[in-house]
């Protein structure tokens, strides 16, 4: 059975306090990329009652997703945009969500992040973190962009670090590993590092 909205509500602000937990559901938080940190990403910022998620990838879900992505194996094959959304919506169901499977390009991504206040770069594709991380410091002044580098492998989790590079540039993760080192992408490094994004939105709305 589904809880009603002001139950939800109620228990969040519990949590959080009613000024914070209003904060949190007034914000828009852009998730680019939902792999491994992204849909991670999105399922820690629904737990925590931000209002309205725009999820953002062209992607499948592929058998080598599910050991660190947030979905099922009955949703192999499903585009990550759509199948990401279901998955938000048993667990947060009164949270907007807005989905654009698509790649992201020069041309596209200012429209695609106008109206967010918070952008999470969790790409995949250097290429692609480096277009959107100049995208937002550029072309949408006044954005909060909280991006990760280096979570592979089975170092210390404790390396892994948030990073204030600017005022509304954040930096997550341990900046030296690489997806070709060692072993790759583990689950538990990699969502360590999609919690640091995570908590790093948190804060950032708390004024902290």
């Not at 509304?168 to 790759?184: R, W």
């Amino acid at each position: 059975m589904i809880p009603e909205r002001e139950e939800l509500e109620a228990a969040l602000q519990e949590r959080h306090g009613k000024e914070l937990q209003e904060r949190f559901g007034r914000a828009v938080v852009a998730v680019c990329g939902l792999g491994g940190l992204g849909s991670n990403i999105a399922v820690i910022l629904a737990r925590a009652g931000i209002g309205r998620l725009i999820l953002i990838d062209f992607d499948r879900v592929d058998l080598t997703n599910l050991h660190r992505q947030q979905y099922k194996a009955a949703q192999i094959g499903m585009f990550k945009t759509g199948a990401l959304a279901d998955n938000l919506r048993e667990i947060a169901p009164y949270a907007e969500l807005e989905t654009h499977t698509v790649r992201v390009t020069e041309d596209n991504v200012c429209s695609l992040l106008q109206n967010t206040d918070i952008v999470c770069e969790a790409f995949d594709d250097a290429r692609a973190k480096a277009l959107l991380t100049n995208a937002v410091l550029t072309g949408l002044p006044g954005k909060y962009l909280v991006a990760a580098s280096g979570m592979a492998g089975l170092g210390s989790a404790n390396e892994i670090k948030t990073r204030r590079v600017t005022e509304h540039f954040y930096v997550c993760g341990d900046g030296v590993s690489e997806v070709t080192d060692d072993i790759g992408l583990v689950a538990s490094r990699v969502t360590v590092c999609a919690a640091h994004q995570a908590h790093a939105v948190l804060q950032i709305l708390a004024g902290e």
